[in-house]
């Protein structure tokens, strides 16, 4: 229902009309006033890069943040990863990110992005108390925060809009009308959009998620996934319908679509009682990292990988670069 309602395609938007002006304006007052200075923003000693967003639900961000992270420690940079921890609950703030870090802890992306970049990753609900904690412990060139646009207490020398080229703007109002975090002219003030599928517009950089390998859960076999068969994909991510697309896509033998909330926390008997025949479940690997300590032998996941143009690729990376060497 709501994702009718945030396209536009249900007019039940206009009896949420009052609560997304009041959102608007309480959340233009609050940029208003770090602008003015009535309120602090602190500003790090190292620059401060924000991929975020301006709508809620999965437009891709993580993917883009684990490209970003790679590229520049490919090129010699020590990068550090900041984020909120959406989905975990920490008995202690700021938390530094180790090996033994769960999810249940730290939120599943914070922990994917560990795995999969080995960069430094701290959490805090002050994004400013996450990044003291990972310069008292390590020596950074580049700090990455995972969302964050819309945390003006905390500044920021370069800020990239990841923007779901299917699904744009939607209806293009305020919370919870709409989808919008804040409204698309805030656009015309950062540094970079990035377009996840679908039809990039002017300005904006092309990009789109390739499928890996899957991975089962327990081996680590890796085969193609169209080798897989009597599939049960399971996904727990802002817009599962993207993940579901992909496979169809890629010829997957997908026999069951079940989508999950975002950040769902699951367990051994609601998953094994998807495949109660035998099937194989699939899940994304943002939900696989959730899943390792009771997976099963059926239980594959999907790692995908974000794709830029490289000429573009190259630009964008460049600009980063230049605030590096300042």
């Known amino acids: 229902m709501i994702d009718r309602i945030w396209s536009g395609s249900s007019l039940l938007y206009l009896i949420l009309l009052p609560l997304s002006w009041l959102y608007g304006l309480v959340s233009t007052l609050i940029r208003l006033s770090y602008r003015c200075g009535l309120r602090k923003s602190w500003r790090a000693p190292v620059p ?26 490919q090129r010699g940079y020590r990068v550090g990863v900041v984020s909120r921890g959406y989905g975990g609950k920490s008995a202690v703030y700021p938390l530094v990110l180790s090996q033994n870090t769960s999810p249940r802890e730290a939120g599943d992306e914070p922990v994917l992005i560990y795995q999969r970049t080995g960069a430094p990753v701290a959490i805090a609900p002050k994004r400013s108390d996450a990044i003291q904690a990972l310069l008292q412990q390590h020596q950074l060139d580049v700090v990455i925060t ?8 905390l500044q920021r020398d370069f800020e990239l809009v990841v923007i779901d080229g299917v699904r744009r703007f939607g209806n293009g109002w305020w919370l919870p009308a709409g989808p919008m975090r804040e409204r698309a002219a805030r656009l015309n003030s950062v540094d970079a959009c990035v377009a996840n599928g679908g039809v990039a517009q002017e300005g904006e950089i092309t990009m789109r998620l390739r499928a890996r390998e899957a991975v089962n859960m327990l081996s680590g076999e890796r085969c193609p996934v169209a080798e897989l068969t009597h599939v049960v994909a399971v996904a727990g991510i802002g817009h599962p319908p993207r993940f579901f697309a992909m496979l169809e896509k890629l010829g997957t033998d997908v026999e069951q679509e079940v989508a999950f909330a975002d950040h769902q926390k699951y367990q051994l008997a609601s998953l094994s009682a998807l495949t109660p025949v035998g099937q194989t479940l699939l899940m994304t690997e943002k939900d696989a990292v959730k899943c390792h300590a009771f997976a099963q032998p059926n239980w594959w996941y999907l ?12 630009q964008l990376l ?9």
């Not at 890069?49 to 883009?64: Q, R």
């Not at 995972?146 to 207490?153: M, S």
């Not at 460049?318 to 300042?326: A, D, G, M, R, W």
């Open 48 to 73: 401060v890069v924000i991929v975020g967003n301006l709508t809620a639900g999965g437009n891709g961000k993580t993917p883009i943040v684990i490209w970003l992270v790679e590229q520049l420690q």
């Open 146 to 153: 995972d969302d964050g646009l819309q945390h003006y207490a």
């Open 303 to 314: 790692p995908v990988d974000a794709v830029l143009p490289s000429v573009e690729a190259e």
């Open 318 to 326: 460049k600009k980063i670069e230049n605030l590096l060497s300042n």
